[in-house]
């Protein structure tokens, strides 16, 4: 049975936890336009869109405070700082002034930062996070966007709210998701999918359960309806077509066979805002992070532990193909003592993030360790942070960056790992894309083309797992920078297919986004096209190296070398030992060659080629570099290695192929080329 949908009136005498109204000065709105009432029903809503959009702030990272230079950094992003300081302390006065109305403080600010005191205003946002299967009322209240009324305040603000709508609507996703998978009978399907959809209008999930449903029903009519708006709603938002599955389930409609709910079982409910989603049947890794231990007992090493672990467990949320288990969950299972055996029996971990804090003088010195469960709770990374106590709240999320960044591609080569050990026909389709990932960063030829093997047996075997279609178009791309593919059109098109299916399947997936911009990139030439993707993927997560290397090779490509760089940097900051690291350092030699700094370009390529002489991406930038220094006995060589790998390459494919935007950077890297000796055609 559905529970009813119920919307509480923010007017109401009682919040919907309980607590009465007497301890709330302020009901806000934030859902649709924005909106604020006091006790007396009297609006107090700020009338500038930035002293709105500062409250906004305040509120949706409450209970956190925020620091007055990162308010600044929102809302005046364009201004030197002083100037956005000042500007902040008359949004706080006008703020201030606004809010008296409500009789009590609702605001607490110190010198550094504001924060919003507990208990004193009901939030409509906070009821529809609250949501759970049991009680899905809430989930009503998000009847629009989010803060709608504000988009343009600043730069850096729409980018912060587009995070922010994201994580809303996620999570209330999460919440329609599990409680769609718990129905049965069409009555109950109908309504729960088109809440869902309300919630997600590209839903094929909820689309082919709408479908089924009125078919069930005996309503074939309202069957084919519900595809067509499918058809429509996926071709406008997504500039796509409906999935094999949704065209299948429609053919049995339209043939008048019976129409069954899937033989598989339903899946699990997610944890909130944890659990990712893919095809169905495929299973993942379950981490989880333990509360830091505390070395000393001063009041700074408690908030960093508690604010530390958080950062860390709301950062790898971000990573859609982990299992993230609730910190509350392990919390309490880990009160009396820990127990690796326990955390592996009752939770089902695979791997716990553990470590300490410790103060040293004016420093903070924070050991972090991934422990893998499964295997005698070994180590596979550990990594030691001595940073200095200035802003707690920035150090937490640079540490927080760093440890997520470097522990993905840590698990995924250890899922590899464990699924090498096993035979091919007895691997799910999760673990056939698993054992191909680490194929594709070794760069051998062999390998490299076994990982395309996995990847399309894993596809044979769950054509809707949008990880295995995501990793397959870059392993495409990857097939044609190396030189081991023979068409370009082709391979252009088939990283096209899989990339664009990815998204499709898995809108919220940060890596698929920044496939799919490479492939846009790289491949079809589109590079503001892939700029916009690349943002996009950051935006989902902006912890994820992969995206923000991509997302340099686009800028790089696009004529700005200064940003390409800069994103390339914060890749090698972020996650400097990164098993696809080999093939992003080109975007250095690259970013060099462009400059046409061509000692720098020839000594980065240098150094690439003796870690892997046959690795022709990284061969050729170096051949170029080395074609304009005129240094022609280091160019044969460099030049043999690139034949032997591609015998036919030459300037003219080259030139016809190169992704550069700017003529002039085709032609500085085609003449080095042609200075080298390769040939014309």
């Known amino acids: 049975m559905v529970a009813a949908v119920m919307i509480r009136d923010p007017l109401a005498t009682t919040l919907p936890s309980g607590e009465p109204a007497d301890n709330v000065a302020i009901r806000l709105r934030l859902i649709g336009q924005m909106e604020a009432w006091n006790r007396k029903g009297e609006s107090v809503l700020p009338p500038g869109r930035k002293t709105r959009a500062l409250l906004a702030i305040v509120v949706l990272s409450s209970p956190r405070p925020v620091l007055r230079s990162r308010l600044a950094e929102l809302l005046w992003s364009r201004r030197p700082e002083e100037q956005a300081r000042a500007s902040l302390r008359q949004e706080i006065h006008r703020l201030l002034e606004v809010l008296a109305a409500a009789g009590q403080d609702v605001l607490y600010i110190s010198r550094d930062s504001l924060s919003l005191r507990p208990g004193t205003v009901w939030v409509d946002v906070d009821e529809v996070l609250r949501a759970t299967t049991a009680n899905p009322g809430s989930l009503a209240l998000l009847d629009g966007e989010l803060l709608e009324e504000l988009n343009d305040v600043d730069p850096a ?72 708006r499918c058809r429509a709603v996926l071709a406008d938002m997504l500039d796509a077509v409906p999935s094999p599955e949704t065209q299948a389930l429609l053919a049995e409609i339209r043939s008048g066979k019976t129409v069954r709910p899937p033989s598989a079982p339903p899946l699990p409910a997610p944890e909130p805002r944890m659990e990712p989603r893919g095809a169905k049947g495929i299973t993942g890794p379950r981490l989880g992070v333990l509360p830091l231990t505390l070395v000393g007992t001063e009041e700074t090493e408690g908030q960093v532990a508690l604010g530390l672990a958080e950062e860390i467990t709301s950062a790898l949320a971000r990573f859609r193909w982990l299992f993230l288990v609730s910190s509350s969950s392990i919390a309490q299972l880990v009160q009396g003592g820990r127990d690796d055996t326990a955390l592996r029996q009752s939770l089902g971990l695979d791997y716990v993030l553990d470590g300490s804090v410790q ?19 070994k180590v ?48 799910s389709a999760y673990e056939l894309m698993a054992r191909a990932v680490p194929g594709l960063a070794r760069l051998a030829r062999a390998e490299f083309l076994d990982a395309g093997e996995m990847l399309r047996r894993s596809i044979e075997r769950e ?68 700029i916009s993707l690349h943002e996009r993927a950051l935006t989902l997560n902006p ?64 150094l690439m080629v003796e870690i892997n002489p046959s690795f022709c991406a990284a061969c050729k930038p170096y051949l170029a570099a080395l074609g304009h220094l005129g240094q022609t006995d280091e160019a044969a060589i460099v030049k043999r290695r690139i034949l032997m790998a591609e015998p036919h390459f030459n300037l003219h494919d080259f030139v016809t192929t190169s992704p550069f935007r700017r003529p002039q950077d085709t032609e500085t890297f085609a003449e080095g080329l042609r200075l080298a000796g390769i040939p014309e055609a």
């Open 359 to 377: 103060r040293a003088g004016s420093r903070l010195r924070i050991t972090l360790r991934l422990i893998d469960l499964r295997d005698s709770s």
């Open 380 to 427: 596979l990374w550990n990594q030691r942070f001595d940073r200095q106590v200035d802003d707690l709240l920035t150090l937490q999320d640079e540490i927080a960056a760093e440890v997520v960044a470097q522990i993905d591609p840590v698990i995924l080569n250890a899922e590899g790992r464990r699924a090498s050990l096993r035979a091919v026909k007895d691997l």
């Open 463 to 530: 054509p809707d797992y949008a990880q295995a279609r995501a990793w397959y178009a870059y392993w495409t791309t990857l097939l044609w920078d190396h030189g081991w593919a023979e068409d370009h059109d082709a391979a252009t098109a088939e990283a096209s297919k899989h990339a664009e299916r990815a998204i499709t399947l898995q809108p919220q997936s940060a890596r698929s986004f920044a496939i799919i911009g490479h492939v846009r990139a790289s491949l079809q030439h589109r590079t503001q096209e892939a």
């Open 157 to 228: 603000f729409d980018a912060w709210l587009h995070s922010e709508r994201e994580r809303l609507r996620d999570r209330a996703r999460s919440v329609a998701e599990a409680l769609l998978n718990e129905q049965v009978a069409p009555e109950a399907l109908i309504p729960v999918a088109q809440q869902l959809l309300a919630i997600d209008r590209a839903h094929e999930g909820a689309w082919r359960a709408l479908m089924r449903a009125h078919a069930e029903r005996g309503e074939r009519g309202m069957a084919i309806q519900s595809y067509d």
């Open 543 to 606: 912890c994820l190296g992969m995206a923000w290397a991509l997302s340099g090779f686009a800028w790089l490509y696009n004529g700005d070398p200064e940003e390409g760089q800069d994103r390339l940097d914060r890749y090698k900051q972020l996650s400097p030992a990164d098993p696809f690291g080999l093939f992003f350092d080109v975007g250095f030699s690259l970013v060099a060659l462009i400059r046409r700094d061509f000692e720098a370009a020839a000594n980065l390529g240098r």
